[in-house]
């Protein structure tokens, strides 16, 4: 009763139903194109937020042509649409919260402190600071480590391989051969030729590259060191998981952790990892899976509140091991940031 109510009241079922639900439906299809529109005018309008935005602007494109949409002349005269039109308010507000102008100094070198702890003519490895995706991903516009390498090495524009998006977008990705998360800081490797792209790519399939990370987990874990040897495949509860348990789905693929306990009292552990593997998110799901999650990680242990101060998932990529195209050993070792310094310091008393 209430839904017919509702529907009476608003009259959907007598007025230009049809030619509405097509501008709904016309608008969201677009919020792709409409997004990169507005981009170059450096306003940034996440794809997410055209969701809340297209009946509001639907029912702006009503007003517009009034005349001959009897529902919108309505809407405007009678005063017992009070329910509609605090739902298009409020999905208003919503839509607009996301959106962000962008300062055209964002993106200025100087804004982006990156440290660099090894270069020569075929590689720079950086310390990739929390908090700094790697690259676009074609929903946000913000600073990333891409812009700081086209800054600094605008001759690697065209190095590498692009991020091709479920839309066809072609995201490039100069010279970045592997990545970390916004969260996780430390070793990151930018290759600034294309053979030394390919030689880096190649060593990574082959896991010729040696990665140490270091991190602090919940509890005690059983054995001083040891090895996880789980295969990886989607979480069947949340989409933007992994899952190393029962019940994960799509392909399983190969995942090996080995970690050795450095450090440890009643609550927490102090880790070192070495990844034998590098598939997404494999500490955070090796963990979770022995349940000794991270520490920080609200998207794998949402129930759990930070802890050791640590205001971010507590993973620094503390060492990356590769060859140069000549066959040269190069070790690249990541200073411990600070949150990771003052947590040794609690978890030591």
Known sequence: MILIEFLRQFRFYEYAIFDFIIAFLGIYLLSSSLSKI??????????????????????????????????TRDFININDYY???????????????????????DFKKSNLQ????????????????????????????????????LENYPEVENVGEPLVLQDGTKIKRPGIVHRLD??????????????????????FQNKEIKKIYKTFVWGKLKDDEGIINRQIGKSSKDFRQWSAQRGAKGKLREAITEYKVLNFNEEFSYLEINLKTGRTHQIRVHMKAINNPVVGDKLYAPKRDFALDFTRVALHAYL????????????????????F?????????
Do not use: Y
Not at 83 to 105: A, E, P, Q, S, T
Not at 320 to 339: M, R, S, T, Y
């Open 38 to 71: 507005f981009l170059k005018i450096r306003i940034n309008i996440p794809k997410q937020n055209w969701l809340f935005l297209t009946l509001p602007i639907s029912i702006f494109i009503h007003l517009i042509i009034g005349e001959i949409t009897p529902m």
């Open 83 to 105: 329910i509609l039109k605090i739902l298009i308010l409020g999905l208003f507000i919503i839509g607009v919260k996301g959106i962000r102008i962008i300062n055209k100094n």
């Open 114 to 149: 990156i440290e660099k702890l090894f270069e020569n003519s075929e590689v720079v490895a950086v310390n990739k600071p929390v908090g700094l995706v790697v690259h676009f991903d074609g929903r946000t516009e913000e600073p990333n480590l891409c812009d700081w390498v």
């Open 182 to 203: 916004r969260e996780t800081s430390g070793a990151l490797i930018v290759a600034k030729t294309q053979d030394a792209f390919l030689n880096l790519k190649e060593q």
């Open 320 to 339: 990356i091991e590769f060859f140069l195209l000549n066959g040269e050993k190069i070790k690249v070792e990541a200073d411990l940031p600070e949150d």
């Open 341 to 349: 310094e003052e947590a040794l310091k609690i978890i030591k008393k």
